[in-house]
């Protein structure tokens, strides 16, 4: 079946950087997502890495994928108080076209 | 500005009301989606759409309905029969079937009273 789990908790100090893990379940999944959402607000699109991909970064993100493990991370450097959300992971399966699967989002909390 | 226009913001219904929810989005996207999140729970998929006239129920399809008439339409209809309809609704749209990247509305809070 398809799912996608996160922790639902991370509280990282100001300045370090926060690492947000995910595991899925499909492994047709074309595309891996990273979403963040702040409070009453709907989610943005943070990044994202194809499959045949082992890693992207793109400023203060990376995103490390593996593959034989099912395994994402987010790492985020020098973590603000402007990153305080929850982070989501998705996918999309190939078998489910169209369709997205979140998980169920990790809260960053940022201690000064 | 191309974008996913959600309204309203906030939506206080009766018990026993159907109550309509509206989301536009003028990207050319052919994919469409409904998710409602509660607290701690993520998103859950209500129905998607990828093409117009065209739509499939989700994980949590039931007490909600759809239409697709227009390519920038996709409303959401939560109905006297959703038994926990307080939430937070999300709408988004994609461009296909191959990248899903999704973009989202800014939500309604639903709010039976």
Partial sequence: ?112 | DGGITQSPKYLFRKEGQNVTLSCEQNLNHDAMYWYRQDPGQGLRLIYYSQIVNDFQKGDIAEGYSVSREKKESFPLTVTSAQKNPTAFYLCASSPGTVNTEAFFGQGTRLTVV
């Fill in chain 1, 1 to 112: 079946g398809e799912d996608v789990e996160q922790s639902l908790f991370l509280s990282v100090r100001e300045g370090d950087s926060s690492v947000i893990n995910c595991t899925y379940t499909d492994s047709s999944s074309t595309y891996l997502y990273w979403y963040k959402q702040e409070p009453g607000a709907g989610l943005q699109l943070l990044t994202y890495i194809f499959s045949n991909m082992d890693m992207k970064q793109d400023q203060r993100l990376t995103v490390l994928l593996n593959k034989k493990d099912k395994h994402l991370s987010l790492r985020i450097a020098d973590t603000q108080t402007g990153d305080s959300a929850i982070y989501f992971c998705a996918e999309s399966p190939y078998s489910s076209a169209s369709k997205i699967i979140f998980g169920s989002g990790t809260r960053l909390s940022i201690r000064p």
